[in-house]
């Protein structure tokens, strides 16, 4: 199978290492034929969105987190907004530079912000990106205690989340969906609401021809035993089980936040856990416009 990677971060995340063009030189050096930058979406008026959200949540828990955010307008969750500009610029004069060797695209990984919905499609109808993949990472706002991987995730938690993704391969603005399954990194035991919330996602995205993404990150993170289970955070068996019975088209990520992330044997472990549950990986997949090619 053909090596490639739609999603890649870099450093302006905050939480990444290593600068496009090296992240790109990494790819070619692990024999990656095309690769994607998807990181986290730079948001424009990203302070408002802040506080509208700690407004309606009343609480934060990581003050200087906060504060950090708030300054500098995105560290160390998202790129900030005034990165924006030198990234797009950058990934343009990488794919120049490597065209012989490389084919690279322009993405980012957004959440399901109703806020956002119309920046988003801006982003397509410009070209200013090539597509966009949802990580629907937080609950209407980038807070903390939005966050999806929270610890002590509740089954009403897990059902929001899966209302919400639902909502989001409707608008037909993302091309697939990151780590689908990102919720049990804090659900942690399954229940019948992660069956149903599950069924929800993959009926979606079947119904829409919306690949998953069985996400390497999560196998990084290593395997976890719960009461007696056994598994990776994410890929959660579980989930990859009915998305096997309901026959969803999956893409393999990387998530790669550093640049040996690419090393074949991640490649390999995503392979080994999609052939155990039969999984139907796919190598390419459409680049979706939102409402201009619905
Ligand atoms: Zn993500
Ligand atoms: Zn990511």
């Given at each position: 199978m053909k090596r490639n990677n739609f999603h890649t971060h870099v450093f302006r995340c905050g939480h990444a290492v290593g600068d496009e063009e090296r992240m790109v030189q990494a790819a070619i050096e692990n024999g990656l034929v095309e690769l994607g930058f998807s990181c986290h979406i730079p948001m424009p008026r990203y302070r408002r969105h802040l506080l509208k959200g700690t407004i309606e949540e009343r609480s934060i828990n990581n003050i200087p987190s906060f504060i950090r955010k708030l300054i500098l307008g995105g560290p160390n969750m998202r790129m900030p907004y005034s990165q924006r500009h030198i990234h797009l610029k950058e990934v343009q004069r990488v794919k120049e530079k490597y065209k012989d060797e490389i084919q690279i695209f322009q993405g980012f990984e957004a959440e399901y912000f109703e806020d956002y919905q119309d920046y988003y499609q801006e982003l397509l109808d410009s070209n200013t990106v090539e597509y966009l993949i949802l990580g629907h990472h937080f609950d209407r706002s980038s807070i903390n205690e939005r966050y999806?991987?929270?610890?002590?995730?509740?089954d009403k938690d897990v059902l929001k989340y899966a209302s919400q993704v639902v909502q989001a391969l409707e608008?037909?603005?993302?091309?697939y969906v990151c780590h689908?399954?990102?919720?049990?990194?804090?659900?942690r035991t399954w229940s019948p609401a992660c069956q149903e919330a599950t069924t929800q996602i993959c009926k979606k995205a079947k119904e829409l021809s919306i690949p998953l993404e069985l996400n390497s990150g999560g196998i990084r993170r290593g395997l976890r035993e719960i009461e007696g289970v056994v598994n990776y955070?994410?890929?959660y068996d579980e989930f990859w089980k009915i998305a096997s019975e309901i026959g969803n088209d999956v893409v393999l990520g990387i998530d790669a936040h550093f640049p040996n992330n690419f090393k074949e044997e991640n490649y390999q472990n995503l392979e080994l856990f999609a052939k155990r549950f039969s999984l139907h990986v796919i190598e390419n997949f459409t680049f979706r416009k939102g409402k201009s090619n619905k």
């Open positions: 999806y991987g929270r610890a002590i995730l509740e608008t037909n603005l993302y091309s689908p399954d990102l919720f049990m990194i804090g659900k955070p994410y890929p």
